[in-house]
């Protein structure tokens, strides 16, 4: 499986995909915002994208979908539940589906709502197993709930199906915020050395040459993996003072999502 990590540069700092066979050529896009960029990479590397999939509907990660479309004939895969956001979806896709780009490659369809309700996430079953995170899971960090989530369901898709992935998957999201999301987790945890090792690691890159994790590191830097830490909940006691002496992890990842909201 050949991954390119496509660094948009602009506002929103978006990472776009190819995931290509190695054998055929075939690639899929994922979340093609720059579809140009995309186009010329997938040429310049001897690709023929013959599918996009969109994470979620949210313009940002189905903006560049018509015009990747015009230049390739793609097919266009998203939740299944998406077609009221997403116009022109060819195939909806529900948690345990298969998408098989060329010979080679499977990428199972996770059903992850929290960042909206129709999100999809991919985990890549290969010997080099990754996921492809989009808003849900970012490095070092959770996707916001604002525009179409909620937060519960966020935890729940934390707690149920990420944490239980293989913790040598690496981790390709849908945005680089990875700086300010580790300044967030040593603020709540300021003797975090793993997360303060990363940052120093990651100020001297920008979003095109970061560094990508894996489900394994994000354990021992990611705060919203890191729910039942004395530290983390000590510090979140200083912001909430009615937090139980003991509480559950739930309580813990929506105080936590409540502060990053604001931080």
Same mark, same amino acid.
């Given at each position: ?77 998203? #939740?299944? *539940? ?36 129709? #999100? ?12 492809? *995170? ?28 990420? #944490? ?10 849908? #945005? ?54 004395? *530290? ?6 200083? *912001? ?24």
């Amino acid at each position: 499986m050949i991954v390119e990590r496509i660094w948009v540069g602009n506002r929103l700092r978006n990472y776009n995909y190819l995931i290509a066979c190695a054998e055929t050529g075939e690639a899929l896009a994922v979340d093609p915002l720059d579809h140009e960029r995309c186009h010329d990479l997938a040429r310049a590397r001897g690709f023929e994208i013959t599918q996009i999939l969109n994470t979620h509907e949210h313009g940002d990660h189905t903006g560049g979908n018509r015009g990747l479309i015009a230049a390739t004939g793609a097919k266009l895969i998203a #939740h299944a *539940s998406g077609g009221r956001f997403i116009d022109g979806i060819d195939r909806g896709v529900r948690a345990g589906d298969v998408i098989r780009v060329g010979r080679t490659i499977e990428l199972e369809c996770l059903d992850t709502p929290g960042h909206t309700l129709c #999100h999809v996430c991919l985990l890549a079953h290969a010997p080099e197993p990754a996921l492809f *995170s989009g808003d849900t899971l970012f490095n070092a960090g959770a996707g916001n709930c604002h525009n179409g989530g909620h937060p519960e369901l966020l935890f729940e898709t934390f707690t149920q199906q990420l #944490h239980r992935l293989d913790e040598n998957a690496k981790l390709y999201p849908g #945005h680089d915020y990875l700086a300010t999301n580790l300044g967030f987790t040593l603020d709540r945890e300021p003797q975090n050395a793993a997360a303060a090792a990363l940052l120093a690691e990651v100020r001297e890159h920008d979003g095109a040459t970061a560094p990508v994790t894996t489900l394994g590191q994000e354990k021992a830097i990611n705060t919203f993996f890191r729910l039942r830490e004395p *530290s983390v909940i000590d510090r979140l006691r200083e *912001s909430f003072g009615d937090l139980p002496a003991e509480p559950d992890d739930k309580a813990v990842f929506l105080r936590l999502r409540e502060l990053r909201n604001r931080w």
